[in-house]
């Protein structure tokens, strides 16, 4: 059942947003890129990224396509608006093959994610990365659930992985 209210934000390729607004909902459909869905449920504010590719080869600058890029603004974004870094919790969706035998790179945007959060020290307390199926989330940033709907209509697994430190349980991902 929908709330008459509820504001749907799109987050298109290499964009994030941030809100605090229980109201609002991101969404995002993703191939081989990553959406990385991070929240404080204490301070009730949340954000969701998608980027492209893990790094810019070769050439250096700020750009919002790439991972590193994209992470920083995130976690800033949250910690200007009084999240604390410690309560941040993330989940981490996309990283499909789409292209067959190619490069993989839905498995490399998924490495650098993981790494990068490791690295932060942020948990990553749920997942649903890998397979060959497109994937449409939707993010309420005030409470950290998650819904996924798998666009190619296969039915695949959403893996639950483990938080770092034993704290709360990993909210579950519904798929619908």
């Not at 964009?15 to 605090?20: G, H, L, N, Q, T």
């Not at 307390?125 to 890998?130: D, I, K, R």
């Not at 397979?131 to 449409?136: C, E, H, I, K, L």
């Amino acid at each position: 059942m929908s709330n008459a209210r509820e504001n749907l934000v799109n987050v298109i390729q290499g964009d994030y947003a941030i809100s605090e607004d229980s109201d609002e909902i991101l969404t995002t459909v993703l191939g081989s890129c990553i959406a990385v869905c991070m929240y404080d449920a204490q301070r009730k504010i949340g954000g969701m990224n998608h980027f492209l590719l893990p790094s810019r080869e070769g050439e250096s600058g700020a750009n919002v396509r790439y991972g590193a890029y994209a992470m920083e603004l995130l976690i800033n974004g949250l910690l200007k608006k009084g999240a604390q870094k410690h309560r941040i919790e993330a989940k981490i969706f996309g990283g499909a093959s789409m292209m067959g035998n190619l490069r993989d790179i839905g498995a490399a945007n998924a490495r650098f994610a993981h790494d990068f959060l490791k690295d932060e020290g942020i948990p990553c307390v749920a997942e649903s990365v890998g397979g060959t199926s497109a994937r449409r989330i939707r993010f309420w940033p005030t409470s950290g659930r998650v819904r996924q709907l798998l666009v190619s209509g296969n039915i695949e697994p959403v893996e639950q992985i483990a938080p770092r430190a034993p704290s709360k349980p990993a909210q579950e991902i519904v798929l619908f």
